[in-house]
Every structure is written in structure tokens, then in C-alpha cells.
């Protein structure tokens, strides 16, 4: 399986779940074409497609 990650997009007034899959030199080879509302179906989206979710660290801006 490929890594991938999980990210949320805006949505309206909200925000929903995509996982894309990077290469090695950051750039975005797949993304999902669909959102999801809920991170467990992201999650099985994305392995269903032969990826595997992982964790991501937080970036600074995200945890002050």
C-alpha cells in the first residue's frame, strides 16, 4: 500500500475529509475526488484505493 494523508477542505460553513497521495518530492500524484463528511470514511475510501493513512504531525499554526 501507498502512505497517504487526510485533510480537510473548506466546505461552505463547514469542512469535509479528502486523502490525497504524494510522491517522494511533495507533489500531489492522486486526491480523491470526493469529499467526505466523516474522517472514518475518508479513512476507508483511501484504503479502499490501495492507500494507507498516515498520521500526520501538527504544524505549528495548527497548535500554537
Do not use: N
Not at 479528502?18 to 475526488?33: A, N, Q
Not at 492507500?51 to 495548527?62: G, H, K, N, V
Request: with cysteine.
Amino acid at each position: 500500500m501507498k502512505a497517504c494523508e487526510i485533510l480537510h477542505v473548506p466546505c461552505k460553513k463547514t469542512y469535509r475529509w479528502k486523502w490525497r497521495h504524494t510522491g517522494t518530492d511533495g507533489r500531489t500524484l492522486v486526491e480523491s475526488d470526493q469529499s467526505y463528511a466523516l474522517y472514518y470514511e475518508c479513512f476507508s475510501a483511501a484504503r479502499e484505493a490501495g492507500d494507507e493513512p498516515r498520521r500526520q504531525a501538527a504544524t505549528p499554526a495548527e497548535h500554537p
